[in-house]
């Protein structure tokens, strides 16, 4: 039995938050890593669940938010916030705090700009957004965590169908900058939304995968990419139960889980992860029943990845008298 945790948010904490909490020295005890994965964590995501590269991501994440996008081809259309600078323009943040009608005026916008186009916005949730065709968007894109904070142009869509796609985000911040949704955010200091970042193109019927894991994840846009995997390859639930241990109650075969937590967002957060989730799973691995256990995390545009399994016994005894320390991947700037 295997399990893989995917912890939303967990590099945004720091060494002194980890060290505080015993749980991680304890899986340091039996741990490889940190491997650190430049493409961002859902193609970490994918791979640990066995898909390959070229999973439609944002097909997968609509569908696991709650729309079916058929045959379409999807791509994220996330609503960003750009800043202007002297040489660039900086993706500072995605506007994630919409209200559902504030959503649905821009798409409507939206949606009557491009409707000649060929291109139908939609968002499930007001913090999902995504942008369907029936034609296949030849592309090359830039996953939005690799971008934040960071300037757009490098990032650029590229391949035969790049400058159509350009010109439509110009068009796009265009629309979105003069809309009175904006304004109004404007006028009590929130984030405006100025722009799209498309990203993850590709058909859900694309999806190329053993299914060998069972999928199963938290409420929330982090959870849309492992449930829309799941719903393609016809699990029949897809819910993360509250704790490892109700989770291992309901494990009845040996096959392995993929578990997408709610994100960790505060120290708190990360002391409840670890009482919760890690704790018994570090427990479960050192007298079974798991053979394996992996921690994926997530932040600065980057995945990085712990590798246990289940010591032998002398192993367990030393490493009950040894010290270790949770190592954190430095953090770079490659952008």
Known sequence: MK??????GLLARSAAAFAAVPAFARLARHATGPEVDPRGVAHATLAALGAADAAPVAALAALGAGADPGDDCVLFADPVTLVAGRDDVVLAGRVADLATDAAAALL?????HFAPDGLMFFAPRPDAWFVRMHTTADLTTTPLDRVLGAPIYPHLPS??????WQRWQ???QMLLFAHPVNAERE???APPVSGLWFWGGGRRTDLVAPAAAVALAAAGPAGDLARGFARQV???DDRLPETFDAMLAQWTTATERVAVTAPVDDDAALTGFAQRWLAPAVAALERGPLAALDLLADGDGRAAQWRAQRPTRLARLAGAWRSARFALPERVDDR
Do not use: C, F, W, Y
């Not at 391949?159 to 159509?164: E, F, I, L, V």
């Open 3 to 8: 399990l893989t945790l995917i912890v939303p």
């Open 108 to 112: 409507a916008a939206l949606n009557a």
């Open 159 to 164: 391949g035969p169908d790049a400058r159509t």
């Open 170 to 172: 110009s068009e796009a």
């Open 187 to 189: 006028r009590r200091g």
């Open 234 to 236: 016809g699990q029949t």
